[in-house]
Structure formats: structure tokens, C-alpha cells
T-cell receptor
Framework: NAGVMQNPRHLVRRRGQEARLRCSPM?????VYWYRQLPEEGLKFMVY????????ESGMPKERFSAEFPKEGPSILRIQQVVRGDSAAYFC??????????????FGSGTRLTVV | DAKTTQPTSMDCAEGRAANLPCNHS???????VYWYRQIHSQGPQYIIH???NNETNEMASLIITEDRKSSTLILPHATLRDTAVYYC????????????FGQGTRLTINP
């Protein structure tokens, strides 16, 4: 049973380019969460999605960032016109249901975005 | 969701039990206590969670006080690979939820 898959593992973008980060949840999981970790800082919640719906985007920057979780395919975190401050590790987690599950929330290995 | 308080850092000798405390004095009846850890720059790893009763799995034990206002994560025989930041998170039992990470405890296992 494959875990949460994130790709690419490493992504280098020049300032002004677009970055697309993909997350495939565990089989049977319909809830996806994105987190950002800046260098030497903690994990910050960005957005929570269910299939085709954004449930909570309270942690998303107001501009340039968007997320989707289509009916088919992985969840995508999209960053337009990247800046150096976007350089960070982006983690995705999935869960089968909101709470009380014996499985907890499973995290992927992350995508390290470097903006040059 | 209830807030948690953890020591910033702890040290433990290899082979000994590591006991990581967490205070969650404002926890409500339907809120769970979850523990995660992050080793270096890897993705957070689920360790254990509980509601009222003590829990044990292959990784650790979770001891929750009777009043549920605090808990202790126990790594019975710590190894160097257990060096990580450990997060105690309290989260409600119903509806849409997200994990909110605090500062955690930086546990260093010493040889």
C-alpha cells in the first residue's frame, strides 16, 4: 500500500516562473492537506481539500498561490511568479476521514522548492 | 482546538527510555491527543494517538492522565535514530479538521 506520494522531490525555479507541486494521497483517502516549512522554521498549515472542494484555505497566501484536488488525479499546489521567499519544503498529508481514524494523517516526503 | 505546551528541548541517553511530556489543560471531552515527529527534514511521521486510555504500539506508548490535562509519550529504548522534533497535537473528534503544529520538543539522543 503506497504512502502519500509527492513529486517532484526537488524543484528549482527561476524568479517569476511557475511551480507546480503534486500530491497523490494514499489509496482510499479523500482528504488532502498542504503544509509549508521555511528553512529553520516549523510546519505551517496552508490548505485543506476534499475531492473537488477547498475546505479551509486559511493558511494560503492571498496572492500567487492556489490549490486543487480534482475528481481524478493528484492534488496540485500551484505557485505563480515565484519569488526567493517561496523557497521552502512543501509537505502534503492525507487522511481517510477527518478524525477518530486509526490511521492518523499520513505525510509525504515533501517537495523542496528552490527559487534562484 | 486546545493548545499544547511542550518543553523546547530534551536529551536522553541511547538505550534509555525517553519520556516526552505535553500539557493540554484546556482539552475538551471529544478531543484526541496525537503525536508526530519530524526527523531532520523528512515528512512528519505519525507515532501514536489516544482519547482517554493509555495506548501502546510498536513505536511508543502514550500515557494520558485521568483528567486528560496532560500526557507523556514514552520511547522505551531510545536509539540515535529517534533524534527528532516531537509534536503533541490536540484535535477535535468531529467535522473537518487540520493538524496545527506548534514548536514541538527537540529530542536529542546521545550515545
Amino acid at each position: 500500500n503506497a504512502g502519500v506520494m509527492q513529486n517532484p522531490r526537488h524543484l528549482v525555479r527561476r524568479r517569476g516562473q511557475e511551480a507546480r507541486l503534486r500530491c497523490s494521497p494514499m489509496k482510499g483517502h479523500s482528504h488532502v492537506y498542504w503544509y509549508r516549512q521555511l528553512p529553520e522554521e516549523g510546519l505551517k498549515f496552508m490548505v485543506y481539500l476534499q475531492k473537488e472542494n477547498i475546505i479551509d484555505e486559511s493558511g494560503m497566501p492571498k496572492e500567487r498561490f492556489s490549490a486543487e484536488f480534482p475528481k481524478e488525479g493528484p492534488s496540485i499546489l500551484r505557485i505563480q511568479q515565484v519569488v526567493r521567499g517561496d523557497s521552502a519544503a512543501y509537505f502534503c498529508a492525507s487522511s481517510p476521514q477527518s478524525l477518530g481514524s486509526n490511521y492518523g494523517y499520513t505525510f509525504g516526503s515533501g517537495t523542496r522548492l528552490t527559487v534562484v | 482546538d486546545a493548545k499544547t505546551t511542550q518543553p523546547t528541548s530534551m536529551d536522553c541517553a541511547e538505550g534509555r527510555a525517553a519520556n516526552l511530556p505535553c500539557n493540554h489543560s484546556t482539552i475538551s471531552g471529544n478531543e484526541y491527543v496525537y503525536w508526530y515527529r519530524q526527523i531532520h527534514s523528512q515528512g512528519p511521521q505519525y507515532i501514536i494517538h489516544g482519547l482517554k486510555n493509555n495506548e501502546t504500539n510498536e513505536m511508543a506508548s502514550l500515557i494520558i492522565t485521568e483528567d486528560r490535562k496532560s500526557s507523556t509519550l514514552i520511547l522505551p529504548h531510545a536509539t540515535l535514530r529517534d533524534t527528532a522534533v516531537y509534536y503533541c497535537i490536540v484535535i477535535g473528534g468531529g467535522g473537518a479538521q487540520k493538524l496545527v503544529f506548534g514548536q514541538g520538543t527537540r529530542l536529542t539522543i546521545n550515545p
